[in-house]
């Protein structure tokens, strides 16, 4: 699955379960929320002061990890 600004954080949750951790260590502990399956990784970035571009990336590596 790419994963963009633009993609769905439920779409993610639901496609590529594996990625939660790396969302959670960024503060993000609500991923399961009603709210977080309605927005984007971009949306939720802003909405926690994270820069979208640097997570993308972060979450990239992660995902080769895993």
């Known amino acids: ?9 439920g779409e993610i949750v639901e496609s590529c379960p594996e990625a939660m951790p790396a969302f959670m260590e960024i503060g993000m502990h ?7 399956s ?6 939720a970035c802003a909405a926690h002061g994270v820069d979208p571009d640097e ?11 895993v």
């Open 30 to 36: 609500c991923i399961g929320c009603a709210m977080a």
């Open 1 to 9: 699955m790419e994963i963009t600004r633009e993609t769905v954080i």
């Open 55 to 65: 997570f993308l990336e972060y979450l990239k590596k992660y995902l080769e990890t």
């Open 38 to 43: 309605g927005e984007t990784v971009e949306q």
